[in-house]
């Protein structure tokens, strides 16, 4: 074996280990294209990094949800979670799931998802400023109830389906896509909610 081909075995594990670091910790919520940079460039390095960060993010405060302001409440008997990322969808599932259920709302939450990484790095504003500034923008599109704004973090399905359970929210409301650029039918969050989710899901 040459030299240049030992080399061509390196740089393909290396790139191995990217992906894969980058495919595992996007499932747990982080930042797949950071860490894909971070396993290309340290190769098997990136892995006692990976768990570190791991359990870190475990005792850190600025992973667990950011309540911002509680649902003054409708008339309703119906707690209502909607997820916003910023998306046409969302913005569309948030003005039917208003449509549909009317004053029969009672609590309804606004929340967007951000990955671990975005909420422990520490820089003012960042990430977080901007999704509070898309929340706080959709709930004054709401205008007849004055909702509730909540940031979460992590994997999105994982993180709304969570806090729909812990806070007893009667429906989840989700676009059927966000942000990815795929056609097929439902998004991965959406679909993942439709599987899986304790709480009925909506999904427009």
Do not use: C, N
Request: no cysteine.
């Amino acid at each position: 074996m040459t030299p240049t081909q030992i080399l061509g075995i390196i740089w393909a594990l290396w790139v191995v280990i990217g992906v894969t670091a980058s495919i595992v910790m996007g499932r747990r919520g982080y930042s797949s294209f950071a860490w894909f940079l971070l396993g290309a460039v340290l190769g098997p390095l990136v892995i006692p990094l990976a768990f570190g960060t791991i359990r870190a993010a475990r005792e850190d405060p600025r992973a667990r949800p950011h309540p911002f302001r509680a649902s003054a409440g409708g008339s309703g008997a119906v707690d209502m979670l909607v997820g916003i990322d910023g998306s046409a969808h969302s913005a569309a599932a948030l003005r039917a799931a208003l449509h549909l259920f009317g004053d029969r709302i009672g609590r309804l939450t606004l929340a967007a998802v951000i990955d671990y990484d975005s909420a422990m790095s520490g820089r003012p504003g960042g990430a977080e400023g901007l999704v509070t500034e898309g929340l706080e923008r959709s709930a004054a599109s709401v205008g007849v109830i004055a909702p509730g704004i909540v940031l979460l973090v992590g994997q999105p399905a994982e993180a709304l389906m969570k806090h729909a359970a812990e806070d007893e929210y009667e429906v989840l409301v989700v676009g059927r896509r966000g942000h990815g650029a795929s056609k097929v039918l439902l998004g991965s969050t959406a679909a993942r909610l439709a599987e899986g989710s304790g709480t009925p899901v909506l999904v427009v």
